[in-house]
């Protein structure tokens, strides 16, 4: 016996607050103007490291990805001292995954002391009486 499939139009909280859900996932109105700080050890100056080489394929995605970036607002055109070098991962279904290697930034943060709470464990409790689960691509998971 087939599953029936589940549209998301066929759940009634979605069909009874159209309002909330967008039908696009670009009409998700976008945060701006957030004002954040990332601590750097003492004495730090800027730090620009030198682009890695990327072929004529990654070239091409990288202006595809950072066109795509700037038109939803994702990202903004600066001129900064700061720089670090991008790099692209082959995903499971072949396209390009773009990747900013912050490993020597990072080194030169301060890092921040938190605990982390038992995600795992209380996600999967979260989880155990869902009826609906949903598959999402993070491409654009930070923006």
Same mark, same amino acid.
Request: aromatic share 12%.
């Given at each position: 016996?087939?599953? #029936? ?12 607050? #159209? ?45 595809? =990805? ?37 490993? =020597? ?39």
């Amino acid at each position: 016996m087939k599953k #029936t499939e589940i549209k998301l139009e066929d759940v009634h909280i979605v069909r009874d607050y #159209t309002d909330v859900f967008p039908k696009e996932l670009l009409e998700i109105p976008l945060e701006q103007e957030m004002e954040f700080n990332i601590g750097l050890t003492p004495s730090t100056s800027s730090l620009f490291m030198a682009p890695y080489r990327i072929t004529l394929e990654e070239l091409k995605e990288l202006k595809t =990805q950072l066109k795509e970036f700037l038109e939803n607002g994702f990202i903004q055109s600066s001129i900064s001292p700061w720089g670090s070098p991008v790099l692209f991962v082959k995903k499971k279904d072949a396209t390009l995954g773009l990747c900013i290697d912050y490993r =020597q930034l990072n080194k030169l943060t301060i890092r921040n002391r938190y605990p982390l709470p038992r995600l795992i464990d209380d996600f999967f409790n979260q989880l155990r009486r869902a009826r609906f689960f949903s598959k999402i691509d993070l491409r654009s998971g930070y923006h």
